[in-house]
């Protein structure tokens, strides 16, 4: 299966609601419906690097999308940890990582009750083609290549949300 | 089957790197930090005594360092961060790791094949400028010299031979 299909926008999810009094149809702008009106959202951002952790959670922000709480984690098993006692809407990781690099973090993720059907997008400097079908194969729904902008994280963000079910 | 540090030793086809390093450098700070850098002119050599390096193993083996004074590599973390240069404390070595890592990452992604083919370490950051860096590499070192906020910055590829 190619996983990279996961990435197409699906129809906006609860995480959404509906405003009722808007008249004309809506433009669609990167991926997802201005209708409708955003519930803040949890996120979880993996990253050994605490100053680009920063940079993600100010970037989601920026893109417009509504943060409610943001658990940070320095590798993937501090963040299996922090999804054993807490729920989350989207987990943003980094691939090279210690102790536990981002792939093998997603592949440990299905037996984390709290973690089945959260969306996973990495972001990294990783720019290699098989490591990023790597990535998506283990369950990634998303792919951001360092630098980035905060429109690149509304860009691939935006739509894994929208299609959380 | 032939590395490219190979391939460069035998027919020295590797001029355009340096402008491929000024362009990864600068897409990072613009992206990342929302600056823009510009070629400095060549003159005295300025004091940099924060230094980051990444190491490139694989198709291409060798070190990226990106080089600057202090004053600047803590407002390159403020801007990272989003807080005044003043707030900023321990985060300087992370930030300049990162700018570094990014700026060999965007590199490497431009050069067909080195994406696939290197990999790269975890930053090393060296604070301070008393030191001598002893290459073992016989290979060219590109270098690029840019200014960041009118202040000097030197982005290095240094080849393995």
Known sequence: MDCRSAQVLSPPADIFRSERKRTKPPKRSSGYRNEFKRVPIRALIVDDSSVMRKIVERSLRQAGIDVSDVFQAGDGAEALAILTANKVDLILCDINMPVMDGLEFIQQLPGVENAKGIPVVMITTEGSEARVVQALSCGARGYIRKPFTPEQVKEHVVPVLAGKS | ?161
């Open chain 2, 1 to 161: 089957m032939k590395t490219i540090n190979q391939v460069l030793t035998a027919d020295g086809k590797h001029e355009n790197w340096a402008p491929l390093i000024e362009v990864a450098a600068k897409e990072v700070f613009e992206l990342m930090l929302s600056c823009e850098l510009t070629v400095a002119a060549t003159a005295e050599e300025p004091i940099l005594d924060v230094t980051a390096m990444v190491g490139l193993a694989g198709q291409l083996s060798g070190v990226m360092s990106v080089r600057c004074n202090t004053k600047a590599a803590e407002l390159m973390t403020s801007k990272m961060l989003g807080v005044a240069p003043d707030k900023v404390g321990p985060q300087v070595a992370d930030a300049l790791g990162e700018i570094a890592n990014m700026v060999a990452g965007n590199f490497k992604n431009k050069i067909s094949g080195l994406a696939e083919g290197c990999m790269l370490s975890p930053p090393t950051v060296i604070i301070g400028n008393d030191y001598n860096l002893h290459s073992m590499a016989d290979s060219p070192a590109f270098e690029v010299s840019l200014l960041f906020e009118a202040m000097p910055i030197l982005v290095s590829l240094q080849i393995a031979g």
